[in-house]
């Protein structure tokens, strides 16, 4: 139906700067729209918890640690959404996920998720 691509994870210093994008592409010629974008983080022995989200409006909210230093952007024609993290701190390190709010036709709505990419804040 529908994978979900992301990009962007690494190593950073405190202080620095990261970009990740997450790119939304159809599987076996599906049909489909976008309800809402979003990034969840989890760190080890921690849950899954929501860091920012875009709807198909442009609206967005933030988990209020990073608000000022994180921004959630969306490219409609490429189905991507981006998160911009600047003045990274060592407690934002975490596994960060891809998350979409898809309509596929004929399937119905559905959460998506994508694999996973890495970021790590050293201090």
């Known amino acids: 139906q529908v994978q979900l691509v992301e990009s962007g994870g690494g190593l950073v210093q405190a202080g620095g700067s990261l970009r990740l994008s997450c790119a939304a592409s159809?599987?076996?010629?599906?049909?489909?729209?976008?309800?809402?974008m979003g990034w969840y983080r989890q760190a080890p022995g921690k849950q899954r918890d929501l860091v920012a989200r875009?709807?198909?409006?442009?609206?967005?909210n933030y988990e209020d640690s990073v608000k000022g230093r994180f921004t959630i952007s969306r490219d409609d024609a490429k189905n991507t959404v981006y998160l911009q993290m600047n003045s990274l701190k060592p407690e934002d390190t975490a596994v960060y996920y891809c998350?979409?709010?898809?309509?596929?036709?004929?399937?119905?709505?559905?959460?998506?998720w994508g694999q996973g990419t890495q970021v790590t804040v050293s201090s």
């Open positions: 998350n979409a709010n898809l309509y596929v036709l004929y399937s119905g709505t559905n959460n998506y």
């Open positions: 875009i709807t198909s409006g442009g609206s967005t």
């Open positions: 159809r599987i076996s010629g599906s049909i489909f729209s976008i309800n809402a």
